[in-house]
């Protein structure tokens, strides 16, 4: 790990590795908070309050904002513009890149890796899944259109999954590319007890047996993508996706109505 | 939980009687049914329903409904221009490749301007060497703005320009205004002079240069060929008195695009003339004003 490979000399490198203080008095993970199956500020299939607001970075096509408790995610959408690569395409490309900032997760992350993370890469293969079927790539022949996620805060990396995806979806709409629907994700964890919670913070995934991602297209009643980790019998798994889709045609009208809201201050 | 949101579901579906005509919409909205319309740009089919595909208003002809995505109406996507030989266009070099420049023009594919078509130090006629190859990005970088002309069309739609005129080339002393193209028509000339001591290059794909006069004499002649001025990268010194005139120009271009106005040297001489004629014209950002931009619209389009 100390291996420095990639070593920038021209911005201030931090150390490679880092570790949250632990605080005297803070209870050790584990035995954290007193009963750790008892969600505290919102019932199992409450997600949490959305923010998201479209069209704040001026210099892209289409960008996007969203924040759902302390997850916060900055997408910006640049093109359709001509694939960099001369091979001839009769479809468009859609290319996704997440990167995290140093500072989003509880363990600092090295800045500039050429190289990206697993996890990010793993987080930007799933959010291409689940936008790729909505973008109407056939119209845009020869081009790519190329979304770049930033993760400013990680609390709860299915969170991070699922507002990629929202953003990424409102700022492709904000772009003007044309799309078959807006696609919205929600999260949802099976915990140890068999119970189902709704868009997970880090500290709930702890107890968490499985965590389970839906994508949808509630506009069409399309499922774009559903990606599942960890152990759940089939009817947990169905159960964590109905929770997931009826929570999604919620955060659709969230996205839709930020779109309007944007499209009307023009 | 989310109680707000679960009545507007109902409202998603646009009823045939409702007026539609500056309806907000989002993709994969159903606007209304594909028995009795006929669907449009930005829409798509599906069961018998037209759907949108982008985020925007809904426009409607008679029988024709389509959607206007947002950025469209900023003029700045989705406006592209369809190059033709021998338009005049501003465009921004996007990447530099083997003895050729690409050039972003608002275009669906990039320009290319070959080493081949532009003038170079030491004469028009000289042969391109290798080493002039090698030091492409002494003549024009990523980011650069340059003047040029069509030369060509390839099969595949993609265009390649020159520079061969000294006309032509990069870019400096000014400010970019970019509109959607189809408000520049081919003019007589696309370069022409404000008396307010501004030359303005209206680029046929929608990307306009305004800049600093510059003085008949200072240009050079084709023998006096200057590379060092042509390919160089520093601003002349511009004076407070131009600096407000350059603004008061790009301003008075972002009103007449918003309105739709299309952009002839004419029709700007005129509106910088009736702006100097307002009160208060000394504060350039008053023209952004409603009122005033408004205003400014109505005298020109009544003028013309």
């Not at chain 2, 579901?9 to 919409?25: G, N, Q």
């Not at chain 2, 029988?63 to 030989?85: C, H, M």
């Not at chain 2, 390919?231 to 008195?241: F, L, T």
Request: net charge negative; glycine share 6%.
């Amino acid at each position: 790990m100390a291996q420095i490979t990639s070593f920038d000399r021209r911005r201030v490198n931090g150390p490679d590795d880092s570790f949250p203080p632990i605080f005297s008095d803070e209870d050790q993970p584990g035995s954290s908070s007193s009963s750790p199956l008892q969600r505290e500020s919102r019932k199992p299939k409450d997600i949490r309050p959305i923010f998201l607001q479209t069209g704040l970075i001026t210099q892209a096509n289409g960008s996007a904002y969203i924040e759902t408790g302390n997850s916060k995610v900055v997408c910006a959408v640049y093109g359709p513009r001509q694939a960099k690569n001369t091979s001839y395409s009769e479809k468009g490309k859609l290319n996704v890149e997440v990167k995290f900032a140093p500072f989003a997760s509880q363990r600092r992350k090295v800045p500039n890796r050429y190289l990206q993370d697993a996890e990010d890469r793993s987080l930007a293969v799933l959010i291409h899944q689940a936008i790729v079927p909505s973008v109407r790539l056939e119209l845009f022949p020869k081009s790519s259109m190329d979304v770049f996620l930033t993760v400013i805060e990680n609390d709860g990396i299915q969170s991070c999954g699922t507002a990629g995806t929202i953003a990424a979806s409102a700022a492709l709409a904000d772009a003007g590319i044309e799309m078959l629907g807006l696609v919205v994700s929600c999260a949802g964890s099976v915990m140890s007890n068999g119970e189902i919670w709704l868009d997970p913070t880090t500290r709930e995934l702890e107890h968490s047996r499985a965590s389970l991602t839906l994508s949808c297209m509630p506009a069409l009643g399309l499922i774009t993508n559903v990606s599942q980790t960890g152990q759940v019998t089939p009817q947990e798994a169905i159960q964590c996706m109905d929770a997931c889709e009826e929570r999604c045609s919620d955060i659709h009208m969230v996205v839709a109505s930020a779109l309007h809201k944007n499209q009307s201050a023009l | 939980m989310h109680p707000q949101y679960i009545d507007d579901d109902a409202a998603m579906d646009l009823d045939e009687d409702e007026d539609s005509t500056s309806r907000i919409t989002s993709p994969g909205e159903s606007i209304i049914s594909s028995q009795a319309f006929m669907r449009g740009h930005g829409t798509y089919l599906e069961n018998d329903q037209v759907v949108s595909s982008v985020a925007g208003t809904i426009e409607r002809v008679n029988r024709l409904v389509s959607v206007k995505a947002i950025r469209a109406r900023k003029g700045i996507f989705r406006v592209t221009y369809i190059p033709e030989v021998g338009d005049l266009v501003v465009g921004r070099v996007t990447e530099v490749a083997a003895r050729r420049w690409k050039v972003h023009v608002n275009a669906r594919q990039d320009s290319v301007l070959m080493l081949g078509s532009v003038n170079l130090p030491g004469g028009i006629q000289r042969r391109k060497l290798e080493s002039d190859e090698l030091q492409m990005r002494t003549f024009f970088e990523e980011g650069d703005l340059l003047v040029a002309e069509i030369q060509q069309i390839m099969g595949d739609g993609g265009s390649s320009l020159h520079t061969r005129s000294l006309k032509y080339g990069k870019l400096r002393n000014g400010m970019l205004e970019i509109v959607p193209s189809a408000l520049v028509r081919r003019l007589k000339s696309h370069f022409f002079s404000l008396p307010c001591g501004v030359d303005i290059i209206l680029g046929l794909n929608g990307f306009i240069w305004i800049m600093k006069h510059v003085k008949d004499h200072e240009q050079l002649g084709e023998q006096g060929f200057d590379a060092e001025a042509v390919y160089s990268n520093q601003n002349d010194d511009i004076d407070q008195a131009t600096r407000g005139s350059i603004a008061r120009t790009a301003n008075i271009i972002r009103v007449l695009s918003k309105a739709f106005v299309p952009l002839t040297d004419a029709i700007l001489a005129d509106a910088y003339e009736w702006v100097m004629e307002q009160e208060g014209s000394s504060d350039v950002k008053s023209i952004l004003n409603d009122e005033m931009a408004d205003q400014l619209v109505a005298a020109v389009t009544a003028r013309a």
